[in-house]
T-cell receptor
Framework: GENVEQHPSTLSVQEGDSAVIKCTYS??????FPWYKQELGKRPQLIID?????GEKKDQRIAVTLNKTAKHFSLHITETQPEDSAVYFC???????????????FGSGTRLSIRP | GAVVSQHPSWVICKSGTSVKIECRSL??????MFWYRQFPKQSLMLMAT?????????EQGVEKDKFLINHASLTLSTLTVTSAHPEDSSFYIC????????????FGPGTRLTVL
């Protein structure tokens, strides 16, 4: 069935270093891959997204890569700062059979801690 | 733009009672809204997709008679948890997709339900 796998579940990096979170998806028809940052008790915030016609996208310290063949996509955060500490979720769009409509399924999340 | 509100932000109720949660798109029309549930330290699990003017589509394992969804207008969807029990205590988050727009979803702030 539809599945989005995410790892690692926890990640601790030194301030200033890079953090990488990886996800895989099962539905070859998925064409939209958002990444969310969630702080405790708050709504998920979209930090970057990528569509299946693009292999890489960058926004300042954040970048996302997509390998459609392998069904992998990754989030890269460079020059990490204390305020980057949060839970990060990858997600993928899943189409309903025979329809152009889709839903978004979340990965299990990664708790990122930035050590000062 | 693209603001989604939820009401109430938190609710405490007795076991056996029903609770209604509202999700509103404030500055755009949303033909599709989504309801997620998030238990502590877990991911967002899609419960159902709410389509304006038609029946909701529920995910596998979600009881449609327990979680009643109504999407009566292009700006409002409601989730009613019927005969709530302590195991229904969770963070409920809705999201909305712009009518005629692309895949991006805009999330509400969430409703924390505690059933005593």
């Amino acid at each position: 069935g539809e599945n989005v796998e995410q790892h690692p579940s926890t990640l601790s990096v030194q301030e200033g270093d890079s953090a990488v979170i990886k996800c895989t998806y099962s539905d070859s028809a998925s064409n939209y891959f958002p990444w969310y940052k969630q702080e405790l008790g708050k709504r998920p915030q979209l930090i970057i997204d990528i569509r299946s016609n693009v292999g890489e996208k960058k926004d300042q310290r954040i970048a996302v890569t997509l390998n459609k063949t392998a069904k992998h996509f990754s989030l890269h955060i460079t020059e990490t700062q204390p305020e980057d500490s949060a839970v990060y979720f990858c997600a993928a769009s899943i189409r309903w059979p025979g329809s152009s409509a889709s839903k978004i399924i979340f990965g299990s999340g990664t708790r990122l801690s930035i050590r000062p | 733009g693209a603001v989604v509100s939820q009401h109430p932000s938190w609710v405490i109720c007795k076991s056996g009672t029903s609770v209604k949660i509202e999700c509103r798109s404030l500055d755009f029309q949303a033909t599709t809204m989504f309801w997620y549930r998030q238990f502590p330290k877990q991911s967002l699990m899609l419960m159902a997709t709410s389509n304006e003017g038609s029946k909701a589509t529920y995910e596998q394992g979600v009881e449609k008679d327990k979680f009643l969804i109504n999407h009566a207008s292009l700006t409002l969807s409601t989730l009613t948890v019927t005969s709530a029990h302590p195991e229904d205590s969770s963070f409920y988050i809705c999201s909305a997709r712009v009518a005629g727009g692309r895949n991006e979803q805009f999330f509400g702030p969430g409703t924390r339900l505690t059933v005593l």
